[in-house]
């Protein structure tokens, strides 16, 4: 039986740890070859760092923009306003989907907008949260699989995106000192924004939400 053993060892039953015929004799030492399946999977390639130069690109353009649009108030400026809710809002109704939960993601852009149209030009408030809520409400009665959180979601991020952004134009509408006072809220989120990206670049470790914003 040992002989056997010896045998079946020598004409390679265990072709997936050695290699056949791989031995060689050198200076009474013996070396062996090595299978590919044996060697170490290369490493992953490491994740891209985002691009600085796109973002001070992207900066460059739109600082100076919204600093325009700040010194022109009015009409202009209630427009990225809306804008900015609607942007927001889908932003929002992304990331609960990516998340697994439930939204009315057209039902939620729209309530933002007329709720930031309604702040913003001093429009019957009440009337138009009423009619947001019953909206979502509706819907979910009309589909087949009911769900209260979902209209939850929806009449939530209409306020939280839609209501409070639309009070920047009225923050631009206070006289005489609306414009220094608008700029300064920017210019401080800006401040911020930028503070912790470089901060996370240089110092960050652990990813906060990777399936949301890969590079936070």
Known sequence: ???DEARRFAHGNCAEDLTLGAYSSSGGTLARSV???QTHAPAPPAPKKPDLKIRALTAALLVPSIIGLI???GAAFIG???LL???SLREYATMLQKGGRPVQPLIAIGSAIALALTVALHGPLAPVIVGVTMLAALRELLRPDHSFE???HTVF???LFGFLPAHLALVRGFSPF???IALMLFASAWLTDTTAYFFGRRWGHRKIAPDISPNK
Do not use: M, N, S
């Open 85 to 87: 809710a609607g942007l």
């Open 71 to 73: 010194h022109l108030g």
């Open 1 to 3: 039986p040992i002989e």
């Open 80 to 82: 990225f306003t809306v």
């Open 178 to 180: 609306g414009e220094r």
């Open 35 to 37: 299978t590919p399946d």
């Open 150 to 152: 979902r209209a939850a």
């Open 157 to 159: 991020g209409a306020l």
